[in-house]
């Protein structure tokens, strides 16, 4: 194990100064918002929530604007449980208080998606229990029907389910791609880190414009 002082800020500073391969972006792209949610997303309200751009839900709008310009699927994504939590099962048993996270019930305020989100008609809305939006959700059902091979994925928190939700995504032979701007946790450390070993791994992490970019570029109809 290296040992060499630099923070995962500066180690993801570092790494995006080099020139390195990408997945790039293939024919036809979906966004994936994950857990857009108040629970996560006003940290005046709650303590579970958190912000590292605040400018981040702009993004994903401008982002989603464009796909759904494009024809491409824009898809948003939220956890909430049954009033028991029993479909939480191992991961809510850690803590029992009003803030845990089997406690984000349907139709709570903890489980709408923030006011600030753009939410057309025609977007799809997934409720997902685990950390990864493919686990035991028909996205990649949705994704093969729309002949998605490009996934984007945007929300919180970056160390946790947008990470999972990646691994995934290229466990499932998707290019992922990551705009920094739009993706967020509770402290630099993980989601520094987090995007460290995203861009090293499993996803181009790329800037929003770049992202944008790509949209614009891509050739599928």
């Not at 994950?34 to 309200?45: E, F, G, I, K």
């Not at 824009?74 to 009033?83: I, K, Q, R």
Request: negative net charge; aromatic residues 8%.
């Amino acid at each position: 194990m290296i040992e060499d002082g630099r923070t995962a800020r500066q180690l993801y500073a570092a790494l995006r100064a080099e020139a390195r391969p990408r997945f790039g972006f293939g024919q036809r792209a979906a966004l994936v918002n994950v857990d857009v949610q108040c629970a996560y997303t006003r940290p005046a309200d709650y303590v579970t929530a958190y912000e590292t751009d605040p400018d981040q839900i702009l993004h994903m709008n401008s982002l989603a604007a464009l796909c759904r310009a494009r024809r491409l699927p824009v898809v948003w994504t939220y956890v909430a449980y049954l009033p028991s939590g029993e479909d939480c099962g191992v991961w809510g048993t850690r803590s029992d208080t009003p803030d845990s996270l089997q406690n984000i019930k349907e139709g709570s305020p903890r489980a709408a998606l923030d006011p600030r989100v753009e939410r057309a008609p025609g977007d799809i809305l997934i409720n997902k229990r685990m950390a990864s939006a493919f686990f035991e959700t028909n996205l990649r059902s949705l994704l093969a029907f729309h002949r998605i091979d490009t996934v984007i994925v945007t929300g919180g928190s970056t160390s946790g389910c947008v990470r999972a939700t990646v691994v995934d995504g290229l466990s499932c032979g998707f290019r992922m791609i990551v705009p920094e701007e739009a993706v967020a946790d509770r402290h630099e450390s993980p989601h520094f880190a987090n995007l460290y070993d995203m861009a090293v791994k499993y996803a181009d992490v790329l800037p929003v414009a770049a992202v944008l970019d790509g949209l614009a570029a891509m050739t599928g109809d």
